[in-house]
């Protein structure tokens, strides 16, 4: 018996051996080479050197016909290579279809379309920083930013691809539109075109980070997911089915970065350092630096009137730099869309319907004539002749374009923007007058207010619950993307929400540019945070659309922290049980309030889990508040207070 187990373990020895040295052969190639000569493009990746040594991965799609075409350059840290492989298909506009791309302008123009990898994501090499500061500041020592980086990958293209004409334009929404308004500084010489869309501008003021103060923490998953590894392969996780629940129960948005590891983010360590506006925040804000330049490359702004993300960014950027635009080269497009919603399907958002398809109208009316016309070598008749205006700003309300001298114009002709106010009044009533405002500096009458109980224990939604987890996939509820449109009956029936309506309208009113709130306001705390939305409340009854009766849309709406009442890169306490004047500007609207509607102006202390939780009791830091801290308080809105309209109204020229 022994000799004969003995002999099976020798054998068994013996076959794993052989087994060893004759393994079978591997069925995978060492490398696999698709057969593409049926395609209608060519793809190319290269890494494209740097000033500094670091090399940037950057893919190349060309149609297989192109001689002298032009290049349309993308940079951005959301994966190269998967924003031009959207599909697995021998055709160039399948592969380019999705974010960013708009496959029918590239392809149907001839481009050849460029995707880079920033430093420090995917397949590039370096280390990626959130926002990179400018070269030489404070913040950034070093000689190279995301200007150095466009400038030399512009400079290694028009040399590199034979297929090209040796011209490149730049274009991206959100991060991806950041950085053509980089490149503009220092522009290179090929850089003959820019499209800023949906721009991320000012993180503090208006887009991704904060708004007047209020920290943004439903971006938290974002900072965790785009920062703490290079290829974006840590993930947030959900704990409750209703976002609502995750936040309120991690208590500040210091606890929750904690609880989810947020906080090993370099970034999330400066955003937690900078809670206020100070040489941080300013030093990257765009505007700013762009407004100390001439505009040399011809630019097209383009601005989302619903943009959930950046709502602030491309209007900002126009205010800026077109004092600068000698040879009429700065052009901005404000259509109805969320963010990046001129890329797809333009003919509705929620159930907001604008009777044709304003993205295509966008793409093929304005965009694609705007990048032949700087593009091209021997641009079409029909490019050619296209009249751009100035600004091309759809009017909601009346579902009509206007192609427009300026911004804000009001209209083409025999009009003029005059500021008017909507003023509180008794009885949840809101007069219209078109008499010039005068800001509140103390009530006028003692017991002339409304008040409401804020309790940081049950903040107001800033959407009908359950709220599902921020994301894009519409088919699992998470509608994040178009919720600047939902019906904000909800709000209006809480006792912490103030509501103030006109009459029914008997002529219709129409506002361009940015409304101001001016509130005179008092709060039995020393902080607390102010939320004005302006909103256009529909008939009871909509014949065309019967949901839409009494539907109460927001055409513009915004929070202000009040510690920075006095100075945004100052916090300071508020004195409690007093009326103290606040100002602060809203979203851009270019809206028609129709005959039969009424305005609505809506006023609360949360917007919750959208920003975080003011405490109402002043700390240093609202990031690391403590459960102590917050405490309900009794706010009170005096009937002084007033939003300021930029009201179109008739003249004679």
Not at 33 to 58: E, H
Not at 164 to 170: A, L, Q, Y
Not at 506 to 527: C, N, R
Not at 634 to 647: A, F, G, K, M, N
Request: proline letters at 8%.
């Amino acid at each position: 018996m022994k000799k004969s187990v003995l002999a099976l373990a020798v054998l068994a020895s013996v076959l794993l051996s052989a087994h060893a040295q004759n393994p079978l052969p591997s069925e995978t190639p060492d490398e696999f080479k698709a057969p593409v000569d049926s395609f209608d493009y060519i793809k190319r990746a290269v890494m494209i050197p740097m000033r500094d040594g670091v090399k940037l991965n950057t893919v190349i799609v060309i149609p297989r016909k192109a001689r002298s075409a032009p290049m349309l350059l993308t940079r951005t840290p959301y994966n190269a290579a998967d924003m031009v492989n959207h599909a697995e298909n021998s055709q160039m506009e399948s592969v380019l279809t999705g974010y960013d791309n708009m496959a029918d302008v590239i392809t149907q123009g001839g481009y050849i379309r460029v995707v880079q990898d920033v430093r420090g994501k995917y397949g590039s090499e370096g280390d990626y920083v959130m926002t990179r500061p400018m070269a030489g500041t404070p913040f950034n020592p070093t000689v190279i930013d995301h200007s150095t980086d466009a400038w030399d990958t512009i400079e290694w293209l028009s040399k590199n691809v034979p297929e090209s004409n040796g011209k490149v334009g730049i274009i991206g929404g959100s991060y991806d539109g950041f950085l053509p308004l980089i490149a503009l500084v220092n522009p290179h010489p090929a850089l003959k075109v820019a499209v800023p869309m949906n721009p991320m501008v000012d993180g503090w003021r208006g887009d991704d980070w904060f708004h007047h103060g209020a920290f943004r923490q439903i971006n938290m998953s974002y900072i965790l997911e785009q920062v703490v590894t290079r290829r974006n392969d840590a993930h947030w996780f959900t704990s409750h089915y209703d976002d609502y629940d995750t936040f309120i129960r991690a208590g500040s948005a210091g606890a929750l970065a904690r609880q989810r590891g947020v906080e090993q983010s370099g970034f999330w360590r400066k955003i937690a350092a900078h809670p206020s506006y100070d040489e941080f925040w300013q030093s990257q804000a765009v505007d700013r630096i762009l407004a100390r330049q001439p505009v040399t490359v011809p630019t097209l702004l383009v601005h989302s009137l619903w943009d959930a993300e950046d709502i602030y960014g491309a209007v900002a950027v126009y205010k800026a730099i077109k004092p600068n635009d000698k040879d009429n080269q700065v052009f901005m497009v404000l259509g109805p869309w969320n963010h990046g919603g001129q890329d797809g399907d333009g003919s509705k958002l929620g159930p907001i319907k604008f009777n044709s398809d304003t993205g295509l109208y966008f793409r093929q009316e304005i965009l694609r004539p705007f990048l032949d016309r700087y593009l091209k070598d021997d641009p079409s008749p029909e490019a050619l002749a296209a009249k751009i205006a100035p600004v091309t700003a759809f009017e909601t309300g009346t579902n009509k374009w206007r192609a427009l001298d300026s911004w804000p114009a009001g209209c083409v002709s025999a009009c003029v923007i005059a500021p008017a106010t909507l003023r509180l009044a008794a009885g949840a009533r809101l007069n219209l007058t078109n008499t010039a405002p005068v800001p509140p500096a103390r009530p006028a009458q003692k017991d002339a207010y409304d008040e409401y109980v804020s309790d940081p224990a049950k903040p107001v939604p800033y959407r009908q619950r359950p709220i599902a987890p921020y994301g894009y996939d519409e088919a699992k509820g998470q509608t994040w993307p178009r919720w600047l449109v939902d019906d904000q009956r909800e709000a209006s029936g809480r006792t912490d929400v103030l509501t103030y309506t006109t009459g029914v309208l008997s002529a219709p009113v129409k506002i361009s540019g940015e409304p101001v709130a001016h509130l005179l306001a008092a709060t039995s705390g020393t902080d607390a945070d102010w939320v004005v939305k302006l909103i256009d409340v529909y008939p009871d009854q909509v014949a065309s659309q019967p949901e839409m009766g009494g539907y109460q849309l927001m055409i513009s709406a915004d929070i202000f922290r009040g510690r920075y009442r006095e100075s945004a890169a100052t916090a300071k306490p508020i004195a409690a049980n007093t009326p103290l004047p606040y100002r602060f500007a809203m979203p851009t609207a270019n809206h028609v309030f129709l005959p039969g509607h009424r305005i609505m102006v809506q006023i609360q202390s949360s917007w919750f889990p959208l920003y975080d939780r003011n405490p109402q009791t002043f700390v240093q830091n609202i990031f690391y508040a403590q459960p102590a801290d917050y405490k309900k308080a009794t706010q009170r809105i005096y009937h002084d207070s007033y939003i300021e309209l930029p009201l179109v109204s008739a003249t004679v020229r």
